[in-house]
């Protein structure tokens, strides 16, 4: 009896240990997956892994089925992968630990940024697009949400400057040597500009609108990224979302777009948005 008393208050114990410690590890393996899949979704690891994936369920179901010689070729075959690999994907590894390396890693995407701070940035693009749409100054901005575009951020010319409507208004200007392409913007900060966006191939676009706003339809079109143009030929406004166009907004109208779509994701839907087809 005395044993089985001592017995039961050992594994009490070892049980709590065992619940807290293994919280902490669980939660720490989920949020170093969720931020991986945030890193790479919306590049062509998210292809490759899906490819794995497929490999690893053929080689599994061959084993079970019996089918030696095909089990035997997808197992060469997957070591032969996993050796390939770090070749292939050599430049987005080294972009993976230099993000690690610098901070990155931990940022804040804008849907999770406080409520004052996401607000005063949407006020400072509103009056950005409000104030080169008076002067008809051709802008194209956009503002990264949870799929990652850093391999677009690589296109143009890093900027990393806190944002504000006068340094959007400075780089659109004609005379900028940034002016040309898209500025990406990722949380409090304009990450880069000049940049070069995917154009739409979208048949249902009108014909008078230009590249401008196909590559703003083009980036929406293949991530949740929110994209706002400034029309240099008529300086109206518009907002690029999930493929849609929404055309000649006023003040009003593009400052309640930003804020229902930069809404803070909730969890359900932050994961969500890691498995949509794009
Ligand atoms: N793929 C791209 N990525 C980012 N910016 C682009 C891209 N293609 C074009 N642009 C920008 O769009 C400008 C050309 O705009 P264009 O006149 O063709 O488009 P638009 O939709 O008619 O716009 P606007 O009404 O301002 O004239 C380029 O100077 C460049 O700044």
């Known amino acids: ?41 919306g590049t062509r690891a998210v292809q490759l892994i899906k490819g794995m994936v497929v490999l690893l369920v053929a080689t599994a179901a061959s084993s079970l089925l019996n089918l030696n010689t095909v089990h035997w070729l997808l197992r060469y075959t997957m070591t032969g992968l996993l050796v390939a690999l770090p070749i292939v994907f050599q430049p987005e590894l080294r972009r993976a630990l230099e993000k690690l390396g610098g901070g990155d890693f931990f940022a804040r995407p804008l849907t999770q940024m406080a409520e004052g701070d996401r607000s005063a940035l949407i006020n400072e693009v509103v009056r ?13 901005i956009v503002l990264e949400r949870s799929t990652g575009l850093q391999e677009l951020i690589e296109t143009g010319v890093k900027v990393d400057g806190i944002v504000s409507a006068e340094l959007l208004m400075n780089i659109f200007i004609t005379k900028s040597p940034l002016h040309d392409g898209a500025a990406i913007i990722r949380g409090d900060r304009l990450a880069a500009a000049a940049c070069v966006l995917p154009l739409s191939e979208s048949r249902e ?3 008078e609108l230009g590249t401008r706003h196909r590559a703003a339809v083009g980036l929406t079109e293949q991530s949740d990224a929110v994209a706002v143009v400034v029309s240099e030929e008529t300086g109206n406004v518009s907002m690029a979302m999930e493929g849609t166009l929404y055309r000649r907004l006023n003040e009003a109208g593009l400052h309640e777009l930003l804020v229902k779509y930069l809404q803070p994701t909730t969890t359900r839907s932050a994961f969500s948005s890691l498995w949509q087809r794009r």
């Open 205 to 207: 676009l009108s014909r």
């Open 1 to 41: 009896m005395e044993y089985l008393r001592a017995l039961k208050d050992n594994l009490n114990i070892n049980l709590d240990v065992f619940n807290i410690v293994s919280i902490i590890d669980i939660l720490i393996v989920a949020f170093v997956l969720y931020r991986l899949m945030l890193l790479i979704q």
């Open 128 to 140: 950005a697009a409000l104030s080169m749409s008076a002067t008809r100054t051709g802008a194209l």
